[in-house]
């Protein structure tokens, strides 16, 4: 996972209220990115536009790719995780940065050349974590918007909200009017740092589908941006009211579960990582081969690795992330601190989570269509046997010799290329090809 420190402008003057922490430490994190973005007048100052050259393309190219992606941004409240991912009218964030731009790098023009076309689907939906339960953003009238969503797993795709809204987006300005309408809808209210805090998690998800057909291969892939505003950790007040303290520990809540799931993640891939370092230290030793070699990573020498239990379904919030968390995702966690002397606890929290969780190694892989996987197969396997069996005739020119033979082949030929009838039949008339699980 990579891990980005974003220092943002909030609060550099100190509360007033607050006794300033002088305690001289000197504490070294390690992170991929550092931006600065606390005074537009400094030589360092890091515009919006720097952030998503860094992060916003790498989520674009990875997607291209066929990979699902998921940016979130985690730090103490109004410390610029909504400005980040969100922005402001004058200095849009990551989110419609990336919508703007996807449209050019990931949408080309349909008709490639001669042998090959293109097509692609985009969907958009936007949902909050709120009190743990989820609710669409996106969805018209009152009622409805009220209304709390289920969360489901799927056997294959992993855990997804029922019933949740899909939109089809053909340009920027539909993704903007979607994005506009969610952030109006979602809930926010007044805190000691900030006067409209996020009180919910925001997931705006962008799911790319991409079919080509190429020399009549058909391939499709589908890859899943989630980018992902969290609500602000903060220590509960007393002279909070009882909407806000339950709101104050949902959060807290969700953001501890995720805490420890980001823990046991990282413990067990460091685990893993040690196993194999120390195994093929053993193998290159005593010379051993590659089958020897994956063979001790599963024993340990003696004693087998035990991987910590992940409690994704502790919170709505990791199990709806449980695969950007430590799945099938290439992430990127934002975290956003403020350089307050008077923030220092929540400053070393953050920069503790994020240390924990750049230690995560996903294992992200291109999401292929299976059926469509499965035609493209067939159809390299129909060339082949064809080949086979032109090759046969060359060399056999009797018809006695070859018949059998040859019957056999252009049985096979025949057979799958009966399957591939099916299999594009079944492709092209399944009803929720485009949608969620
Ligand atoms: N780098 C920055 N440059 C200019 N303004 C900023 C920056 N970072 C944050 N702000 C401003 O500070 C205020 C708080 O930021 P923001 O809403 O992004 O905080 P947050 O971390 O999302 O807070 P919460 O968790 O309470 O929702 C906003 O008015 C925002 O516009």
């Known amino acids: 996972m990579c891990f980005t420190l974003l220092f943002s402008s909030l609060k550099l003057d100190g509360r007033a209220d607050g006794a300033v922490d002088s305690r001289e430490k000197l504490l070294e994190f390690c992170f991929d990115y550092c931006y600065w973005s606390v005074d537009p007048a400094d030589p360092h100052y890091a515009s919006q536009e720097e952030v998503f050259q860094d992060l916003g393309v790498l989520v674009l190219s990875g997607a291209s790719e066929g990979y699902n992606v998921c940016l979130f941004a985690y730090g103490q409240t109004g410390s610029g995780k909504t400005y980040t991912m969100m922005g402001t009218p004058d200095s849009i964030g990551l989110t419609p940065r990336i919508c703007q731009v996807s449209k050019s790098i990931m949408i080309p023009a349909s008709g490639l050349c001669l042998h090959s076309r293109m097509s692609s689907l985009c969907l958009c939906s936007f949902l909050e974590i709120y009190n743990e339960r989820v609710r669409d953003l996106l969805r018209g009238g009152e009622q409805k918007k009220r209304a709390s ?79 992902v505003d969290l609500a602000g950790s903060e220590r509960a007040d007393p002279h909070y009211c009882r909407d806000r303290l339950t709101e104050g520990s949902n959060i807290n809540k969700s953001l501890v579960t995720l805490g420890i799931v980001i823990s046991a993640l990282a413990q067990n891939s460091q685990m893993s990582s040690s196993c194999q370092s120390i195994n093929s230290m053993a193998s ?25 239990f992940i409690p994704y379904r502790d919170s709505v919030l990791t199990w709806l992330l449980k695969d950007s968390l430590g799945g099938n995702s290439k992430t990127i966690m934002i975290a956003t601190v403020s350089p307050s002397a008077n923030s220092y606890n929540e400053t070393l929290s953050t920069l503790r ?85």
């Open 284 to 308: 290159e030793g005593d010379g051993s081969t590659v089958g020897s070699h994956s063979s001790s990573l599963s024993g340990g020498g003696g004693g087998r690795t035990r991987h910590c």
């Open 353 to 437: 989570y994020a240390a924990h969780a750049r230690n995560i190694v996903n294992k992200p892989r291109v999401n292929e269509d299976a059926n469509v996987r499965l035609i493209r197969e067939l159809r390299e396997e129909i060339d082949r046997l064809k080949s086979m069996l032109l090759s046969f005739e060359m060399r056999n020119p009797s018809p006695s010799l070859s018949d059998e033979r040859d019957g056999n082949l252009s049985d096979m030929v025949l057979q799958n290329e009966l399957k591939v009838t099916q299999g594009r039949h079944r492709w092209l008339h399944l009803p929720d090809r485009h949608t969620s699980p």
């Open 149 to 227: 969503l289920r969360v489901r797993e799927h056997p294959e795709k992993g855990p997804y909200v029922q019933d949740l809204s899909q939109h089809v987006v053909t340009d920027y300005k539909q993704a903007m009017e979607l994005l506009e309408e969610g952030i109006a809808n979602r809930i926010t209210a007044a805190t000691h740092n900030h006067d409209a805090s996020s009180r919910s998690h925001a997931i705006f998800t962008i799911q790319y589908t991409q079919a080509i057909l190429e020399n009549n291969l058909p391939s499709e892939t589908v890859s899943k941006i989630n980018l």
